[in-house]
T-cell receptor, first 112, second 115 residues
Framework: GESVGLHLPTLSVQEGDNSIINCAYS??????FIWYKQESGKGPQFIID?????DKRQGQRVTVLLNKTVKHLSLQIAATQPGDSAVYFC???????????FGAGTRLAVHP | EPEVTQTPSHQVTQMGQEVILRCVPI?????FYWYRQILGQKVEFLVS????????KSEIFDDQFSVERPDGSNFTLKIRSTKLEDSAMYFC?????????????FGPGTRLTVL
């Protein structure tokens, strides 16, 4: 079945440290994955995506790593800032019409 | 920057009442979606819509739910007879096309509270 899930419900980091948020997916979930950021009172906001034929993709201060062997996805945020505090969701794209299967979410708390 | 808008931001209704949640997708987008998020839980897919018909729907999207694009700009979600368990944040999203690398842009959500 389709399943995208997260390892850790909360993550607390010091400002300036690097953050790593993890996600696991099942066999049939997707060949395309996206990380979303959700701030309080707002809808999910796209951060970065990766296709299954890649193992790494970098953006501005963010890197997504995909390990297909163990069906694991991670989001790395470099030099974490207070503005990065939010809930982060991984999602897998399913089907031909962009049905997104979301994981449970990890709350990132950045402390000064 | 274009954005998806939703109204109202918060809707309170009595169990059994009908509600209509409204969305204005980004103007040149062709694919439209509704998702919901029960408090503290993950975002769940409800339905996708393209070319004036439903493309896909989840098990949650039963006969009590319907969607409509009544004109060239609005996209609505109707719940005919609300239940307590329909209380959630409802997010509308739109994308320019289907398939890979067609980012779904989410609105700010409507918080539905069923009493």
């Amino acid at each position: 079945g389709e399943s995208v899930g997260l390892h850790l419900p909360t993550l607390s980091v010091q400002e300036g440290d690097n953050s790593i948020i993890n996600c696991a997916y099942s066999n049939s979930a997707s060949d395309y994955f996206i990380w979303y950021k959700q701030e309080s009172g707002k809808g999910p906001q796209f951060i970065i995506d990766i296709r299954s034929n890649m193992d790494k993709r970098q953006g501005q201060r963010v890197t997504v790593l995909l390990n297909k062997t163990v069906k694991h996805l991670s989001l790395q945020i470099a030099a974490t800032q207070p503005g990065d505090s939010a809930v982060y969701f991984c999602a897998g794209l399913s089907g031909g019409y962009n049905k997104l299967i979301f994981g449970a979410g990890t709350r990132l708390a950045v402390h000064p | 920057e274009p954005e998806v808008t939703q109204t109202p931001s918060h809707q309170v209704t009595q169990m059994g009442q009908e509600v209509i949640l409204r969305c204005v997708p980004i103007s040149n987008h062709l694919y439209f979606y509704w998702y919901r998020q029960i408090l503290g839980q993950k975002v769940e897919f409800l339905v996708s819509f393209y070319n004036n018909e439903i493309s896909e729907k989840s098990e949650i999207f039963d006969d009590q739910f319907s969607v409509e694009r009544p004109d060239g700009s609005n996209f609505t979600l109707k719940i005919r007879s609300t239940k307590l368990e329909d209380s959630a944040m409802y997010f509308c999203a739109s994308s320019a096309a289907s398939g890979d690398y067609n980012e779904q842009f989410f609105g700010p959500g409507t918080r539905l509270t069923v009493l």
